[in-house]
């Protein structure tokens, strides 16, 4: 899988939106479109991104082109996000863990036998 491609796709607020009503069920293009406020050339722009990602598909029905979301190719970036989420707690435990070592160390005073 290609993160990269998921996360540019991602990236805009309009596609994020368009993945946010599909995931209802498959919409028309039209339909997709008619809460934006954006031209149907921008639409389609859009929608070819998020299918370059391959995070939606589109196929003919009838007189509609009707627009699928492929879950799965977000539970890739998903599970991405929850091992760099997982590697972070853990350098932030070990680093709380350094600090609260430091802190101990500096209530302490040096003895010298002078």
């Known amino acids: ?11 805009d ?13 498959d919409l028309s293009a039209g339909e997709l479109a008619e809460p934006l406020t954006i031209s149907r050339s921008a639409v389609s722009q859009h929608l070819k991104v998020l299918e370059n990602a391959g995070l939606i598909t589109r196929a003919k029905s009838a007189q509609q082109r ?4 492929n879950a799965e190719r977000l539970s890739g970036a998903t599970d991405w996000m929850l091992a760099a989420r997982e590697d972070w707690r853990q350098r932030f435990d070990y680093l709380d863990q350094v600090l609260a070592g430091d802190q101990h160390s500096e209530g302490r005073t040096e003895q010298t036998d002078d």
């Not at 607020?13 to 009503?21: G, K, L, N, Q, S």
């Not at 009707?66 to 979301?69: D, S």
């Open 66 to 69: 009707i627009v699928h979301l």
């Open 13 to 25: 607020p309009t596609r994020r939106a368009m993945i946010d009503r599909l995931r209802a069920g």
């Open 1 to 11: 899988m290609n993160l990269d491609s998921v996360f540019g796709a991602l990236a």
